[in-house]
């Protein structure tokens, strides 16, 4: 049953919105930052209380195993709550272990206040005696210790199977690293259009900004930070550039079209690496742009019309699903597969939560079905790059290894000159695996393969 929100209209501030934000992630299996872009529509937060409730949300998503640890010391079993007065412990408790500029008084009244807004006026002595005990007892609280089975697990909020996926992956030091990295070690990256501005001109625009910015580690890319509302800034808006992760963009660069060339992006939304490309191609050619989901197709629509690109046809086709009229036509596909997201638990902590094993045979069957039919669209000498935002051997180069053996007409290509030497540097056989903490961006995979 989803979880009913406290109304926005009775009550419009920070705490509030963030609760509502947490149900549906937690109970309706939403996604946190679409949540926090409803909620915001709804409400007439001030610019320092959209701060805080984001705050709010992404600490308690980033930290939650850690946070219901602290919980289970005061509760006989905190799985026999009301899901909407877990969620209600679980903010309040990130507040009060996690966020010093949140007073105490304030977190223990508010959520006092929200149980009774909720119409559960019966959990009102609970919520307030839970929150009291944390408030004398959080320093007294035992934290497992390094060596201890749990201790990375509670640390660092990270489920014990993925973290033992991790350790099978990388070893057990780079798995810690990984599990450590934070979202706020991760700046926004926005893209120039170079269709649009100069090298100069855009330069000229960035200095008149008040943001912090730093070039990226690829060309026309930099680092933003500062930045409220980057993307109602009206040179996003026109089309000056494109907000979009530099991993995300390396996947693009990877396929390097050419001028005038026919490219397939198979799972295109929301539009990203689409836009890259046909600003690569000079708008020229025809990239066909596929997504599963009309809504998706949508965004990948109002991202063109934004950056004025001529070049797309998108359309709404499951990209797993064979099209004979494709048959080798293309002479470039990119493959972004549906992922287990991992590579991005820094900015989207909700993956941490969302994601169970028992969705990894499906997603890597999925993954398998998707490569299997798209490469029957690249005409010979023609190129296949397959990219995921996933940090799982079993996602990626596994996945190669099996499509190689399976599909001898392709072999392993260099990654172009398009991508800094640096980066490419770091490619193996069987693909390049970016990992957030060592390359400061999104946990990107990627292969670049070759139709004989």
């Known amino acids: 049953m989803p979880a009913v929100p406290i109304k926005p209209s009775l009550s419009p501030d920070a705490r509030r919105t963030a609760l509502n934000v947490l149900n549906r992630v937690l109970i309706d299996e939403g996604f946190a930052s679409l949540s926090l872009d409803e909620q915001f529509q709804q409400t007439s ?55 010093d500029k949140v007073p105490d008084f304030a977190a223990v009244n508010e959520a006092v206040n929200m149980a009774r807004d909720m119409g559960l006026e019966p959990m009102t002595g609970l919520v307030n005696g839970v929150l009291r005990s944390l408030i004398r007892e959080r320093e007294n609280i035992p934290w497992p210790k390094v060596g201890d089975p749990n201790y990375l697990c509670v640390t660092y909020s990270v489920p014990a199977w993925l973290l033992e996926r991790l350790t099978e992956g990388y070893g057990a030091g780079t798995a810690e690293q990984i599990a450590a990295y934070r979202r706020e070690q991760h700046s926004i990256s926005i893209r120039r259009n170079t269709l649009r501005i100069s090298e100069k001109d855009f330069s000229e625009i960035l200095k008149k900004k008040v943001w912090q910015v730093t070039p990226g580690l690829v060309p026309d890319v930099y680092h933003i930070a500062g930045a409220a509302s980057i ?19 390396l996947a693009a660069l990877a396929l390097a079209p050419a001028i005038g060339a026919r490219v397939l992006d198979a799972c295109a939304a929301p539009g990203g690496k689409t836009c890259l490309m046909a600003e690569l191609m000079q708008n020229t050619g025809r990239i066909h742009a596929w997504d599963v989901h009309e809504h998706r197709v949508r965004l990948i629509e ?28 293309m002479d470039a596909v990119l493959l972004d597969a549906p992922c287990s997201g991992t590579g991005v638990m820094a900015e989207k902590p909700d993956v941490k939560q969302r994601l169970k094993p028992e969705d990894m045979p499906k997603l890597v069957d999925l993954q398998r079905r998707l490569l299997g ?21 079993e996602e990626n180069s596994q996945q190669i290894e099996w499509f190689l053996k399976e599909h001898p007409e392709f072999t392993s290509d260099p990654l172009p000159a398009s991508i800094p030497e640096g980066i490419r540097a770091l490619g193996k056989e069987n693909g390049l695996q970016l990992l957030p903490h060592r390359d400061g961006m999104e946990g990107f995979f990627i292969a670049r393969l070759k139709k004989a």
């Open 45 to 99: 937060l001030a610019p320092r209380d959209k701060r805080l409730a984001t705050a709010l949300v992404y600490t308690t998503l980033e930290n939650l195993t850690k946070v219901d640890f602290a919980l289970d010391q005061f509760l006989k079993d905190r799985t026999e709550l009301e899901p909407r007065v877990l969620n209600l412990l679980r903010m309040s408790t990130s507040q009060l272990i996690l966020m």
């Open 231 to 249: 993307a109602r800034d009206t040179h996003f808006l026109d089309g000056t550039f494109s907000i979009q992760g530099e991993g995300s963009i």
């Open 373 to 393: 039919t798209v490469s029957r669209y690249v005409k010979p000498g023609g190129i296949l790059v397959y990219a995921t935002c996933s940090l799982l051997p």
């Open 302 to 329: 109002a991202q063109l019309e934004r950056l004025r690109i001529y070049n797309v046809r998108p359309a709404v086709r499951d990209a797993s699903v064979y099209q004979e009229r494709f048959e080798g036509e």
